[in-house]
C-alpha cells in the first residue's frame, strides 16, 4: 500500500491559501449586499472570502481583505483564486504596481524549483496550466471590479470602517 502525502498548496506556496484558517480578524459586509464566507487564511494575517449564494455548479467571486484594512476581489471563481496562488505567489504584489520581470523575480531567486511545484500542483489541483501574464491579466481585471461592483467591504455597525482598495491605479 502505498501513502499519498496530501497536496496542501499552504506549504508551498508560503501560507497563501490556508484553509485551516478560515477566521477572519473581523466580519465584513458587502455594499452589493451579496453574502460572504470566509474560506481561507494567509500566513500574513488575510482571509480569503467567497461573495454571493452558493449555487450547485456555479462560481463565486473571491475576496481578499488583509490585515491592514485593505480589500480586493482576486478570483472569478475558487478555481481561479487556487490557480492565482499557485502561479503567481506574488500577486499582492501586482496589485501594489509591480509588473514582469520584477513580478515575482524575489519569490524565484528564494524558490528556483517554484515552476516544477507550480506545475505538479496545477495538475494535482487539476486546474489548467496558466502562463503568469494570463493570470496576472486576470486579476487585474477582476480587482479593477473591486469598487464599482460593491465588493469594497466596511465592517457592520461601524463608522467609517470601510476597507481601502489594494490595486493601485497605474499609469501605462
Request: charged share 20%.
Amino acid at each position: 500500500m502505498t501513502h499519498s502525502t496530501p497536496i496542501r498548496p499552504t506549504t508551498e506556496c508560503d501560507g497563501e491559501f490556508d484553509l485551516a484558517h478560515t477566521d477572519p480578524i473581523e466580519p465584513i459586509a458587502l455594499p452589493n449586499g451579496l453574502p460572504v464566507e470566509p474560506i481561507a487564511g494567509c500566513n500574513a494575517g488575510g482571509t480569503h472570502h467567497l461573495c454571493g449564494p452558493a449555487v450547485p455548479g456555479g462560481s463565486r467571486p473571491v475576496l481578499y481583505t488583509d490585515s491592514e484594512g485593505q480589500a480586493s476581489l482576486i478570483a472569478e471563481s475558487l478555481a481561479e483564486a487556487l490557480t492565482l496562488a499557485v502561479v503567481l505567489p506574488s500577486w499582492h504584489d501586482a496589485l501594489a504596481g509591480f509588473r514582469p520581470p520584477a513580478l515575482n523575480s524575489d519569490y524565484l531567486d528564494d524558490h528556483p524549483d517554484h515552476p516544477a511545484v507550480r506545475d505538479r500542483l496545477l495538475s494535482a489541483l487539476r486546474l489548467p496550466s496558466a502562463t503568469d501574464r494570463e493570470v496576472l491579466d486576470r486579476l487585474l481585471a477582476t480587482a479593477a471590479r473591486t469598487v464599482p461592483d460593491g465588493f469594497l467591504p466596511h465592517v457592520p455597525d461601524e463608522e467609517d470602517s470601510a476597507f481601502l482598495p489594494m490595486l493601485e491605479p497605474r499609469d501605462e
